[in-house]
């Protein structure tokens, strides 16, 4: 096949890159390893969005994390506009043309002894100098706010102007996705690339479906990014690795806090608690190296040292209420871990290779513009179309809808009268829409619905959403996976495991 625009990689990069492609008269094709879009390192973001005082603690936390590596002053300074104009357009248009949920919290840095008040001045210094909101606030005000914080709080940053949007990372990558397939893009998942050409100046892709012909090539494939490159001969940077480890707490402590409250305590560390918008409560990260990609292995001692972290924030928090914890790749430039990798590659002015670094998701839509820029100033025609559709709807959340709203979607489809996951409350309704949209994968499913991510973890509606999908897919339930290729949730049926047998009559 042929295409203008070659996207390799469907998380949040190249699913942003073909949003925006979308918007011109350019034929864009995606392609994409995995089963689905967005189960890569997107989907296990933090899910933040921020700027103002929240901005200086990520400058600091990720300033003494790396030794190596120091960006120049022009890199900084674009990384910052690339931030705060990325900020201003997801909360001026993005958020809501994809109509993405978000749970927006006051932020809160806490000092509880004199090494971190040092950190705490430094901190408000540069919220000062970037002429951005805070309030400094004394013990009596921090326990006013928040009572169930370490009561050997001194005294705290506080800004409950900007603050910070939490969301669901997958569901912003599906939602860019939906979009951009609405307008357009073609997609080819389950499909891996495993060489390049070239071609009287074309690139030429070969793929487990067949060789893809195009003009540009945008590699933005996270953590495979390096692999790819090598793969084009077009690549002069290396990647390091880490692992962030996260923890989930029960709904059922949703109101210990509802500050994002945390203590910034030394190179690389954050202690934090942080209300999401489920109702949940997500303890901060803690990153280790790693030398192999797609590491997600959890470490034991490090979820110890997590909710100990957590602890130190809220003393009272228990292991009884955790839900959940994993794993999560991060990626950073080996180059220069301070900067992003946006570069067309030196000896291949038509492949452009993406890798981003922390934050990923504030910035993007910057970034997606300056990639356009890159592509026009080395030939690619964009006219605007006059027929782009910005807008796209989520699937109706059941467990969010009044009575009134609930009732006229069980009228017009029964299947949401149907609740398949009660932990969420989700319905049938939900999940054949989301098959609909593109699910083929019980973490498909999860990701568009939350079908299983509550309390019992697929204890009870794994069989049934298994059932569904098997049903609407047209296949055998041993046929189902989690998230595609051999990850199979049933390797047998029963009458497998054990053949019939004559009967025995009295």
Request: proline letters at 4%; aromatic letters at 8%.
């Amino acid at each position: 096949m042929e295409t203008q625009v070659l996207i390799i990689g469907g998380g949040l990069a190249g699913n942003m890159m073909a949003r925006e492609l979308a918007k011109y008269q350019v034929d864009v094709t995606l392609v994409e390893k995995r089963a689905d879009v967005g189960f890569g390192v997107s989907k296990a973001s933090n899910g933040y969005l921020y700027w103002g005082m929240a901005w200086n603690v990520s400058v600091a936390l990720k300033a003494i994390a790396h030794e190596v590596g120091h960006a120049s002053k022009e890199a900084e300074i674009k990384k910052e506009n690339w931030n705060r104009s990325g900020y201003e357009y997801w909360n001026s248009t993005l958020l809501r043309e994809l109509d993405i949920p978000y749970l927006w919290t006051p932020i809160m840095q806490i000092a509880t002894n004199d090494q971190e008040l040092k950190i705490l001045d430094v901190l408000e210094q540069e919220t000062i100098a970037r002429n951005m909101y805070y309030r400094r606030i004394n013990k009596e005000e921090i326990l006013s706010i928040e009572p169930n914080v370490n009561p050997n709080a001194i005294s705290a940053l506080y800004d409950d102007q900007a603050g910070w949007k939490t969301y669901y990372p997958w569901e912003i990558v599906m939602a860019l996705y939906e979009n951009a397939r609405q307008n357009g893009v073609k997609y080819m998942l389950d499909t891996e690339v495993t060489g390049f050409s070239q071609n009287g100046g074309f690139q030429i892709a070969e793929t487990t479906r067949g060789p893809i012909k195009a003009e540009f090539i945008i590699n933005a494939c996270g953590a495979d990014g390096m692999k790819v490159a090598q793969m084009a001969n077009a690549c002069d940077f290396s990647l390091q690795f880490f692992k962030a480890h996260v923890v989930l707490m029960d709904k059922a402590i949703r109101n210990l806090v509802n500050t994002s409250v945390a203590i910034l305590a030394g190179p690389g560390r954050l202690k934090s608690i942080n209300p999401v918008q489920s109702g949940n409560l997500l303890l901060s990260s803690i990153y280790t190296p790693t030398d192999r990609p797609g590491d997600v292995a959890t470490d034991k001692q490090i979820l110890d040292d997590l909710f100990g972290m957590a602890q130190d924030v809220v003393p009272s928090l228990s292991k009884r209420h955790i839900v959940a914890y994993y794993a999560t790749s991060r990626v950073y430039s080996a180059r220069d871990p301070d900067e992003y990798i946006i570069e067309f590659a030196q000896n291949n002015p038509r492949f452009i290779n993406m890798v981003l670094r922390m934050p990923g998701f504030v910035p993007m839509p910057a970034i997606a513009k300056d990639v356009l820029g890159m592509l026009a100033d080395h030939g690619l025609s964009l006219t605007s179309r006059n027929d782009f559709n910005p807008d796209r709807k989520r699937i109706p959340r059941f467990s969010d809808l009044s009575n009134e709203e609930r009732e006229k979607l069980i009228a017009q489809d029964p299947k949401y009268s149907h609740v398949v996951c009660r932990c969420e409350t989700v319905t049938e309704g939900e999940i054949v829409e989301a098959i609909r949209r593109g699910a083929t994968t019980i973490d498909g499913i999860k990701y568009r619905t939350r079908a299983g991510m509550g309390r019992c973890q697929r204890g009870f509606c794994g069989p049934r959403v298994v059932e569904i999908l098997a049903r609407e897919l047209n296949i055998k339930p041993t046929e189902v996976t989690k998230n595609g290729g051999n990850s199979r949730e049933l390797l047998y049926t029963t009458k497998e495991l054990h053949p019939a047998r004559e009967e025995v009559t009295a």
